[in-house]
C-alpha cells in the first residue's frame, strides 16, 4: 500500500528559484495537509484541503501556494525560494471526520541556498 | 487557542528499562491527543490517541498513555524499552480551526536506547 507519498525527496533551490513538491494519496481522503519541519521544533501547518477545489491557510502560509483539483493530489508551490524556506516539509492526509489520525509521507528535504 | 509541551527535548534509557515522555496540553476545548513517533528520514507515525474514551490508551509495540484531566498531562509509556524504540517523539493536540482539525505538535522528544 502506497498511503502518501511525496515527491522529491531531495532538492536544492538557488534564491528565487521556484517548484512545486508533489503530493499524492491513494487512500481516497479528503483532507491533506502540507507541513513543515525545522530542525528541534515540531510540525507547523502551512496550507490544507478538505476536498477538491477546497484550500485554507494554516499557520505559516507565507511564501506558498496549494491547489488541489482532485482528491488525490495537493501540490506545494514555492513561487520565489528564500532561505528560510529551508526545511523538511510533510504532506498528510486523513479521512473526514472527528478524531481521524493523519497519515503522513516520508518528506522534501529542501535546502535554499 | 491549544498548546503542546514536552517537558524533556532528550531522554536516554537503558534497553529493558521503562520509557517515561512528558507532555502537557492546553486546549479550550476537551482536546483529542496524539502521540507520533518519526523514526530517521522517515514521516510521522501514530502510536496512539485519545478521544475521550477511556482515559489510558493503548497503543503499538507496547506504548500506552494516559489522560489526566486535572493535569492536563498525557505521558507516555513502555514498561521495556528497545533498541528500535530509539526515535523522535511527538505529543499532538487536535482541534477544529476553520474549516477543518487541525494538530498543534509539541517540539518534540529525542529518545536514545543505550545497549
Known amino acids: 500500500n502506497a498511503g502518501v507519498t511525496q515527491t522529491p525527496k531531495f532538492r536544492i533551490l538557488k534564491i528565487g528559484q521556484s517548484m512545486t513538491l508533489q503530493c499524492t494519496q491513494d487512500?481516497?481522503?479528503?483532507?491533506m495537509y502540507w507541513y513543515r519541519q525545522d530542525p528541534g521544533m515540531g510540525l507547523k501547518l502551512i496550507y490544507y484541503s478538505v476536498g477538491a477545489g477546497i484550500t485554507d491557510k494554516g499557520e505559516v502560509p507565507n511564501g506558498y501556494n496549494v491547489s488541489r483539483s482532485t482528491t488525490e493530489d495537493f501540490p506545494l508551490r514555492l513561487e520565489l525560494a528564500a532561505p528560510s524556506q529551508t526545511s523538511v516539509y510533510f504532506c498528510a492526509s486523513s479521512p473526514q471526520g472527528t478524531n481521524q489520525p493523519q497519515h503522513f509521507g516520508d518528506g522534501t528535504r529542501l535546502s535554499i541556498l | 487557542a491549544q498548546s503542546v509541551t514536552q517537558l524533556d527535548s532528550h531522554v536516554s534509557v537503558s534497553e529493558g528499562t521503562p520509557v517515561l515522555l512528558r507532555c502537557n496540553y492546553s486546549?479550550?476545548?476537551?482536546?483529542?491527543l496524539f502521540w507520533y513517533v518519526q523514526h530517521p528520514n522517515k514521516g510521522l507515525q501514530l502510536l496512539l490517541k485519545y478521544t475521550s474514551a477511556a482515559t489510558l490508551v493503548k497503543g503499538i509495540n507496547g506504548f500506552e498513555a494516559e489522560f489526566k484531566k486535572s493535569e492536563t498531562s498525557f505521558h507516555l509509556t513502555k514498561p521495556s524499552a528497545h533498541m528500535s524504540d530509539a526515535a523522535e517523539y511527538f505529543c499532538?493536540?487536535?482541534?477544529?480551526?476553520?474549516?477543518?482539525?487541525?494538530?498543534?505538535f509539541g517540539s518534540g522528544t529525542q529518545l536514545t536506547v543505550l545497549p
Open positions: 499532538v493536540v487536535s482541534a477544529f480551526s476553520g474549516s477543518a482539525r487541525q494538530l498543534t
Open positions: 487512500m481516497n481522503h479528503n483532507y
Open positions: 486546549s479550550s476545548y476537551s482536546p483529542s
